[in-house]
């Protein structure tokens, strides 16, 4: 379709939507980044140590079955959204705020994702199915009960992939990015987890205090919340070097308590302008098709043992493994 467009509009003419970039947070990571000089140098895989994207719904189907049945978790949310919002984070900075320059790094980043092939599959994704459960006091249907499913549905409810990104800044740093219906809360956030310090110096003064190992976290919350969010250590008052992790936040409604524009909202008024910074570029969209098609092809020849995880949790038992294999744990929030 994209295709069949180019033969009636120039590129310069046509506005793919897509309303995560249209999420004030999203959009807020490039003015983070490129207007502080405190967390640029920082951005790198000389301190990062890898990065999550959730997005996870503590919804169902809400009577979209039949679409969803065709579609899937991977389709609906990887694909599009997340590898967007995996774009805003990883880019490179753009010589100016300019439409042009900011999609240009933006694809960049997805043609540098790299490819995965037939093997690695199954070791970096995962794909899951919820199943019926009992959830706040209430039964809740697994996904092949709701309507318009297939009693032996094959279509994924969750998906999780590792990524990682062949370029000099972020060689060798797994980007996690997972998505789900029926999970225990409605979340987007990205989370930033840095190297620890090379020397537990108060450790040995606390033996059995797990808060001394406590990661330092940069959380982006997308949705329903929106703000930053900067997770460290200190010393709690008190005899001893006793420390604990401790929180700086900034909120979107405490500081600016303003009402802001829905994201589609965003978008119609940036296309009006015609202001394409916002909107998706061919060459994203296919490079965004290509790092996930590896496994659409791998899914697409296998039968799961669906479902795989209960309605209410945090998805199936693999994508904990997933991340196990690399010394690393979800941050379920």
């Known amino acids: 379709m994209n295709r069949d467009l180019h033969q009636v509009f120039d590129e310069s003419s046509i ?45 169902g189907l809400e009577g979209r079955g039949a679409y969803y049945q065709e579609a899937g978790a991977l389709r609906d949310m990887i694909q599009s959204h997340l590898l967007q919002v995996l774009a805003t984070i990883g880019m490179e900075p753009p010589t100016s705020y300019e439409p042009d320059a900011v999609r240009d790094e933006r694809a960049k980043l997805l043609r540098s994702i790299r490819i995965m092939q037939p093997e690695d599959v199954p070791l970096q994704a995962v794909a899951g199915q919820y199943g019926p459960a009992r959830v706040g006091g209430e039964d809740a249907p697994g996904f092949r009960q709701e309507p318009g499913v297939g009693p032996d549905s094959q279509t994924d409810t969750y998906a999780a992939a590792t990524f990682f990104i062949d370029n000099w800044r972020w060689a060798g740093v797994p980007f996690y990015v997972r998505t789900g219906k029926r999970l225990p809360r409605q979340i987007s956030d990205v989370a930033i987890q840095f190297n620890a310090a090379p020397l537990a110096l108060f450790a040995a003064a606390n033996p059995n205090c797990r808060s001394q190992t406590a990661p330092n976290l940069l959380i982006v919350r997308i949705q329903p919340e929106q703000g930053i969010s900067l997770r ?82 945090w998805g199936p038992k693999a994508a904990d493994e997933m991340l196990a294999r690399h010394g690393h744990v979800w941050r379920n929030p």
């Open 15 to 59: 506005y793919r939507i897509d309303h995560y970039l249209g999420k004030e947070t999203v959009q807020n990571i490039l003015a983070f980044r490129f207007s502080n000089g405190i967390f640029e140098p920082l951005w790198n895989r000389r301190y990062v140590n890898h990065v999550q994207i959730t997005a996870a719904e503590s919804i």
């Open 232 to 313: 460290f250590l200190s010393k709690q008052p008190g005899a001893g070097m006793t420390l604990r992790p401790v929180a700086m936040d900034f909120e979107y409604g405490e500081n600016f308590g303003t009402r802001r524009n829905w994201d589609y909202e965003t978008l119609l008024i940036e296309a009006m302008a015609g202001d394409g910074t916002l909107y998706i570029r061919q060459d994203a969209v296919e490079s965004s098709w290509a790092a996930v098609q590896p496994i659409l092809d791998d899914w697409a020849t296998r039968r799961f043992e669906f479902p795989n995880y209960a309605a209410g949790s």
